[in-house]
C-alpha cells in the first residue's frame, strides 16, 4: 500500500467518523502520526488532547458529550450533563459531568472541560443508557437516576438544582415515583427524597 493511500484512508476515517483518536487507527491498521501530520497541514482540526474532527463538522450541543464518550468509554455522563441532555433542567453546565466507579483510574482529560464524580459499583450500573451522537456510544444515565444523583450530590450541585429536575422530569412524565424510589434506594437518599415524592402525589 502506498503512503499517499494511507493517507487517504486517514482523511476518509476522519470524514466518516464524529470523532478520531489514534487508537481508531491503530484499529484500521494505519500509523496514527498522520492525525499529528494533517492537523499541522490544516487537513484536519485537533479539538482536544488526542482527538482529531473534520473541520466545520458540528455535532450540536452534544458535541462534548462525543468528544468524551471517546476519551472515557467507562465513564456515564451524570448530574448536570445528564440533566441538560435530557432536557430537565435550565442550568447549562461548562463542564461535562461523569460518573466513575471509585476504585478505576480517573482519565486525564484536559479538553473538554470535565468534573468526576465516583459511585459505588451498583450505583454507577444503575438507570445508565447508551445513546448516540451521529454514531457514537455515549452512556448517560436515564430521567430518574439523574434526578436521584442529584440529591445524592445536592452539595455539589445544590438542592434548588435537584428540585428543578424533580419538577421538569415529573411534569414531562419521564419516570414513575417507583422508579424513583428503586434508585433511591441503591443511592441510599430515599429519607432524603421522601418529602419531596410525596409533594407530587
Known amino acids: ?3 499517499e493511500s494511507k493517507r487517504q484512508q486517514v482523511i476518509n476515517l476522519v470524514q466518516a467518523l464524529p470523532v478520531v483518536r489514534p487508537k481508531d487507527l491503530k484499529d484500521h491498521d494505519l500509523p496514527k502520526d498522520y ?35 471517546k476519551l472515557a468509554p467507562r465513564a456515564v455522563v451524570a448530574l448536570l450533563s445528564a440533566l441538560n441532555y435530557h432536557n430537565m433542567t435550565t442550568q447549562n453546565p461548562h463542564q461535562i459531568w461523569l460518573a466513575i466507579d471509585r476504585k ?38 436515564n430521567p430518574a437516576k439523574t434526578v ?3 440529591f445524592k450530590y445536592r452539595n455539589k450541585i445544590g438542592l434548588d438544582v435537584a428540585l428543578e ?8 412524565r419521564k419516570f414513575t415515583i417507583d422508579e424513583l424510589i428503586a434508585y433511591a434506594e441503591i443511592c441510599r437518599v430515599k429519607k432524603v427524597m421522601q418529602p419531596y415524592l410525596e409533594s407530587l402525589v
Open 1 to 3: 500500500m502506498t503512503k
Open 35 to 69: 492525525l499529528y501530520i494533517l492537523a499541522q497541514e490544516g487537513v484536519i482540526e485537533r479539538v482536544g488532547r488526542g482527538l482529531y474532527q473534520w473541520p466545520g463538522k458540528d455535532l450540536g450541543r452534544n458535541q462534548s458529550l462525543a468528544e468524551v464518550g
Open 104 to 141: 478505576s483510574w480517573r482519565p486525564l482529560i484536559s479538553y473538554p472541560p470535565v468534573r468526576f464524580v465516583t459511585m459505588s459499583a451498583e450505583a454507577l450500573h444503575a438507570g445508565v443508557e447508551t445513546h448516540s451522537i451521529e454514531g457514537l456510544p455515549i452512556k448517560v444515565f
Open 148 to 150: 436521584v444523583d442529584c
Open 165 to 172: 429536575a424533580l419538577r421538569e422530569g415529573w411534569s414531562a
